[in-house]
């Protein structure tokens, strides 16, 4: 017990026992505190807008352009402006042969080329019929078949529930055939053609007087794709591409690693990028298109962007860097291929007319 009754009063255990408690204060005050911020970002109470947290970021639509969108809707313009008729194109399949999966599953090329083409011959204005997904159109096709679609806009019981009922008529003919079709593939995905690199350190030989780490790194990688341009009629194989679009990637780094007094310092930082892979598949495919469109068009090469009336800044068009489309209105001086690449359009907190609009204050 008088053991006991010393060791209570030494000096050295009082201290050791303010001291624990004071840091438990402290680890519970910074719980305390981190609870309180985390509840301001997320609260298992839904809020008057019905969700639970709101999501971060505010980064309006963009187009997604390569550097050879311009140039595909120039050519579009160059056709208009000679009257130029563009033969009707379908798009097929434009697989990747590759083969090349990730570690934890998926591909590692985009399968959609595909549709990559479809918006490259739109940026073009070639008119396009549909050949890669038919489904809908052939169940409509079964459908009307049958007599079960009807066209009135008031709807298939406009006669009567006992009357004749109005129904699709399938005519001869009333489909449009396509003139030439693009198929091909993504055949090359090529890693690390060359790298280098760069780790140093360096510091004095007093671990106390600090040392740094700097790290570089930079690698080529390189994908490939061969497309060929059909005559449907014949199946004739009348336009071939093949092209590679090699792909850099880089990796920087800075480190300090030191001890001042009883404390050790640990800092470092680092940047990387790749190109994306996809943009340069996407680049692929515009770039053999407009080879093929300005074959089909006669176009004399990228001067013909320079002639009168292929101006981007000219009239209002149909086509853009975001594709191209067939105006239901004559309403080209409000809505054209131009005015869909602007990022701020439409955009609820960046478009002043949207806001007005949806909150009904005109």
């Excluded at 005050?29 to 709101?54: D, E, F, I, K, T």
């Excluded at 590692?108 to 080329?113: K, L, N, R, S, W």
């Excluded at 360096?202 to 690698?219: C, E």
Aim: overall charge neutral; glycine content about 12%; some cysteine.
């Amino acid at each position: 017990m008088a053991a006991n009754s010393i060791i209570a009063k030494t000096p050295e255990a009082r201290t050791s026992g303010v001291g624990a408690f004071g840091r438990r204060s402290r680890l519970v005050a910074m719980a305390s505190v981190a609870a309180v911020v985390l509840s301001g970002c997320v609260s298992p109470v839904a809020g008057r807008n019905g969700n639970y947290a709101s999501p971060i970021g505010d980064a309006p639509v963009t187009a997604n352009p390569t550097p050879y969108s311009a140039a595909l809707v120039c050519l579009s313009q160059y056709a208009q402006h000679y009257g130029v008729r563009a033969p009707r194109i379908a798009v097929g399949r434009i697989a990747d042969y590759t083969g090349k999966a990730e570690d934890n599953g998926g591909r590692e090329i985009t399968q959609g080329a595909s549709l990559m083409a479809i918006s490259a011959l739109a940026k073009a204005g070639a008119p396009l019929v549909e050949r890669y997904d038919t489904s809908v159109s052939e169940l409509e096709l079964k459908y009307a078949n049958n007599k079960l679609i009807s066209d009135t806009p008031e709807g298939p019981n406009t006669a009567g529930p006992d009357g004749p009922q109005p129904y699709r008529k399938i005519m001869a003919g009333q489909v449009p055939g396509s003139d030439f079709y693009l198929v091909g593939g993504i055949t090359e995905l090529n890693y690390n053609i060359r790298s280098s690199g760069l780790d140093a350190q360096g510091g004095k030989q007093d671990a106390t007087k600090g040392t740094g780490v700097a790290t570089g790194q930079l690698y080529v990688m390189n994908v490939g794709i061969d497309l060929r341009l059909v005559e449907t009629k014949t199946m004739e194989v009348v336009d071939v591409v093949s092209y590679q679009k090699q792909i850099v990637g880089r990796q920087v780094g800075l480190g300090l690693f030191s001890f001042f007094g009883s404390n050790v310092i640990d800092v470092s930082a680092g940047e990387g990028g790749l190109e994306p892979i996809q943009l340069a598949v996407r680049s692929m495919v515009e770039r053999s298109v407009l080879e093929m469109m300005a074959n089909l068009y006669g176009a004399p090469g990228p001067q013909a962007c320079l002639a009168n009336g292929a101006d981007p800044v000219g009239p209002p068009t149909t086509t853009g860097l975001t594709g191209g489309f067939y105006p239901a209105y004559n309403n080209l001086d409000q809505n054209n291929g131009q005015t869909r690449e602007e990022p701020n359009r439409w955009d609820a907190h960046r478009d002043l007319g949207v806001p007005v609009a949806l909150r009904g204050r005109y």
